[in-house]
Antibody, heavy 120, light 108 residues
């Protein structure tokens, strides 16, 4: 079964850092673009970041630009999100989402999510 | 930045009825890059339609989509009990890949 599993969510103080990971299985990871999407409690999904299949193209939402860094290791079937200078408003469930292809494609496969709570 | 506005915010219908959900973009979106997702409580969003009208794998044919430019529609022809959920549209043609704010489809 095609699967994505996120990890790394935690309770962190404002200004702190966290690194999220997402491991894919049962598909050729390097063939697909990947994304991070977050969802604050009671709110709709918010796209956070995109990385192309070869890491040559990367985009960020304005709300995280300069604080978050997306990366991937195709040899390890893994996607990462380094989050620095965290703010209260970064509190959310963070999902990794696989595009249905390489490039601009809809988000066909989602992980179960990992909770990030930013609070003092 | 393309902003997507969904209407209505909440739709109250009965099983067997037809549901029509709207997604309006602040600027033109190629239909190639418009998707619809369904989300149930405690679950990740699930892709229903991509390219405005193509159903994702396993999606029943009672779900259909149409539209172009700035106006897109998701139609559920005959509501089943499992269809009551929150629905989001999303454009993935140009960054940021924004989602709409969602339409809650509730049982009347």
């Amino acid at each position: 079964e095609v699967q994505l599993v996120e990890s790394g969510g935690d309770l962190v103080q404002p200004g702190g850092s966290l690194r999220l990971s997402c491991v894919g299985s049962e598909f050729t990871f390097s063939d697909y673009s990947m994304n991070w999407v977050r969802q604050a409690p009671g709110k709709g999904p918010e796209w956070v970041s995109y990385i192309g299949s070869s890491s040559s193209t990367i985009y960020y939402a304005d709300s995280v630009k300069g604080r978050f860094t997306i990366s991937r290791d195709n040899a390890k079937n893994s996607l990462y999100l380094q989050m620095n200078n965290l703010r209260d408003e970064d509190t959310a469930v963070y999902y990794c989402a696989r595009a249905t292809g390489s490039g601009r494609f809809a988000f066909g496969i989602w992980g179960q999510g990992t909770m990030v709570t930013v609070s003092s | 930045e393309i902003v997507l506005t969904q209407s209505p915010g909440t739709l109250s219908l009965s099983p067997g009825e037809r549901a029509t959900l709207s997604c309006r973009a602040s600027q033109s979106v190629s239909s190639t890059y418009l998707a619809w997702y369904q989300q149930k409580p405690g679950q990740a969003p699930r892709l229903l339609l991509y390219g405005a009208s193509s159903r994702a794998t396993g999606v029943p044919d009672r779900f259909s989509g149409r539209g172009s430019g700035t106006d897109f529609t998701l139609t559920i022809s005959r509501l089943e009990p499992e269809d009551f959920a929150v629905y989001y549209c999303q454009q993935y043609g140009s960054s940021p890949y924004n989602f709409g704010q969602g339409t809650t489809l509730e049982i009347k």
